[in-house]
Nanobody
């Protein structure tokens, strides 16, 4: 079983930054894609960003230019650098990795942005 442990969430003011980390219990070389999703109260979970095993990245429009996803293969860790945060970014952020057709999720980390 694969375990994902997120960290780095917290309460910040608008305009500030946070860096989320996701440590994966096995080598991330075995995954086709790694990403971050978020779910705000009363809303569906949505993709924030993902990165492929080859390093290609994709971002949802609302975070382009503000968020950066990256990975450290040696540390089996996926990061999400979030800059210029705004209250609309408030949500629980979930790490996700995909191996062929199997999806794995972390427990989530809360990000709250005050205005």
């Amino acid at each position: 079983q694969v375990q994902l442990v997120e960290s780095g969430g917290g309460l910040v003011q608008a305009g500030e930054s946070l860096r989320l980390s996701c440590v994966v219990s096995r080598s991330i070389f075995s995954f086709n894609r790694m990403g971050w999703y978020r779910q705000a109260p009363g809303k569906q979970r949505e993709l924030v960003a993902h990165i492929t095993s080859g390093g290609s990245t994709h971002y949802t429009d609302s975070v382009k230019g503000r968020f950066t996803i990256s990975k450290d293969n040696a540390e089996s860790t996926v990061y999400l650098q979030m800059n210029s945060l705004n209250p609309e970014d408030t949500a629980v952020y979930y790490c996700n990795v995909v191996a062929k057709y199997v999806w794995y999720w972390g427990q989530g980390t809360q990000v709250t942005v005050s205005s």
